[in-house]
């Protein structure tokens, strides 16, 4: 049930980031906790030449190929099963995807994952984070700091974080060319690039 719920907001939303990221030189994506497949399918509805693959808990990975072969793009768009918290990546992808996952881990845990995404890049590759990022003063926005609550009592060390944790994650990881990119509604991106 939670990823259907799941599924719905993220089909809805997904064409903007999509616009946002832009699929111009994305030929491998890699999917990091990727649930249903919504990013996914529609990177890969966005770019024909564009092949997805999607890491998340075996448990998911039926509900993510029914999605997948539903929209059409099974033969683009593959699941792995696999713990996003200490598992290698892979290698030679060209964009690492990252939503609605940081806010459920610890600093720690972020920076670990963002160097193994780095790992995961080739050259010129980008990582693109999707959560809600707060302002420097932790205060703003609102929904961004009343789901650091819900973080608080619901995992066992997960936040929201500001955009400047997220910046220095990401430049203690690797990536250059670091920007926020401000989206409509409750959530927004953190882009870094590996050089």
Known sequence: AFIAAMHRNASERAPLVVHAVGVENVGRMLDVGGGSGAYSIAFARANSALRAEILDQATVEPIALRHIQEAGVGDRV?????????????????????SAICHMLTPEENLDLLGRCREALGPGGR??????ILEADKTAPRFAALFALNMLVGTRGGSSYSEPEYAAWLAEAGFREIRHVRLPGITGLMIGSRL
Request: aromatic letters at 12%; charged letters at 30%; proline letters at 0%.
């Open 78 to 98: 593959s699941v792995r099963a696999g713990d996003l918290r200490s598992d290698r990546l892979g290698e030679g992808y060209d964009l690492v995807f990252v």
């Open 127 to 132: 990582v693109v984070i999707q959560d809600f």
